[in-house]
């Protein structure tokens, strides 16, 4: 750069030195207007009980479609978001968006929806779901909110407040990616979960027999954990009939994996919602809608 401006031309950077912090700004400016412009969505993923392959619910999971660049997957725009402060506008979109979709389905269906640790310390946190459901008619124990360990890095006081509130208001609680964080056990002891999402990368192919497969030990454990204080676990990124074989054997509640579905949009969801059971690998086992 110093050799450009010496030769008293205007270049500040080089190309390569442009590329990361621009593209990031540009991604920014542009996801700020994603939501007026509707280029997000939501998608629903289901979440199987694992005895008698009922549907429980559906994992509400956003969705951008860049005009442009295509598909954005949220593993890369949430973090974005809640670094350029965006991420209380884009949840609570996805979270009013979800609710609304969710009164569409059988009173018994659930409907879990992600909160960014940054929404979750928000002190408006616990009016704004309040105020969702409300609107919805959706019964709160109906709404399963999922939450990371990274919630627990914030002032101790006001997490356990508002784990009270929520609990108060009715909701369900998820620890979601469990095994992925921090991992400590102390807030198990007081944060009041009523579900433990076991993480893809201990369940995507625990049943491999490779003798360094450790997979399966830390399920198990994981199980009795949740079995001893009476939580539910869920079974996150089962692909494969041996993996799903070996959840079952092991208790695990309920999966959720390509197995039983990949995330689809709300209309192809509202006639999921409404049969009964579906079967390993898919869509083609529908059933009838009930009565
Ligand atoms: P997550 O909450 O752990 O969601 C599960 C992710 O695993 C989803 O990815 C889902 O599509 C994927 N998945 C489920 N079953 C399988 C499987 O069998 N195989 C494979 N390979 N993947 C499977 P997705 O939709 O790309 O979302 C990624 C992450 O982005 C989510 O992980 C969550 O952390 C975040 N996210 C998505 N939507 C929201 C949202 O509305 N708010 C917030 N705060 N975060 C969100
Ligand atoms: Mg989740
Ligand atoms: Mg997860
Ligand atoms: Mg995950």
């Not at 190309?15 to 997000?40: C, D, F, Y």
């Not at 919805?136 to 509130?165: C, H, N, Q, W, Y």
């Not at 199980?223 to 001893?228: D, I, K, Q, R």
């Not at 676990?233 to 208790?251: F, P, S």
Request: charged letters at 25%; a negative charge; aromatic letters at 6%.
């Amino acid at each position: 750069a110093a050799k450009a401006a010496g030769r008293g031309k205007h270049i500040f950077y080089e190309p390569s030195m442009h590329s990361e912090a621009a593209e990031r700004q540009q991604l920014e400016n542009e996801l700020r207007q994603a939501i007026e412009r509707g280029e997000l969505s939501v998608h629903y993923q289901p979440i199987v009980r694992t005895a008698g392959e009922e549907i429980s619910g559906f994992e509400a999971l956003v969705r951008w479609q860049h005009p442009t660049r295509g598909a954005i997957s949220p593993a890369k725009f949430v973090p974005l978001a809640e670094e350029a402060g965006l991420i209380g506008k884009i949840g609570e979109w996805v979270l009013a968006t979800s609710l609304e979709e969710a009164s569409h389905w059988p009173d018994h269906v659930r409907v879990a929806v992600n909160l960014s640790p940054l929404q979750f310390n928000d002190p408006g946190v616990v009016a704004m779901v309040a105020e969702h459901l409300e609107t919805s008619g959706v019964r709160p124990d109906r709404l399963e909110l999922e939450i990371t360990e990274g919630v627990f890095l914030a002032d101790g006081d006001s997490t356990d407040d508002t784990f009270a509130k929520l609990k108060k208001l009715g909701v369900r609680l998820s620890l979601d990616d469990f095994g992925t964080g921090y991992s400590s056990l102390g807030y198990l002891k007081k944060a009041p979960f009523d579900k433990i999402k076991i993480d893809q990368s201990f369940v995507r192919g625990a049943a491999s027999t490779s003798s360094t497969n450790r997979n399966a030990a830390i399920i198990r454990a994981i199980v009795t954990l949740a079995e001893t204080l009476g939580m539910d676990t869920c079974a996150e990124g089962v692909e494969t009939h041996d993996d799903l074989q070996l959840i079952r054997e092991l208790g695990v509640s309920m999966v959720q994996g390509y197995i039983f579905g990949r995330p689809a949009d709300g209309e192809i969801t509202r006639r999921l919602a409404n049969t009964v059971t579906v079967e390993a690998d898919g869509y083609q086992c529908i059933r009838e809608p009930r009565h």
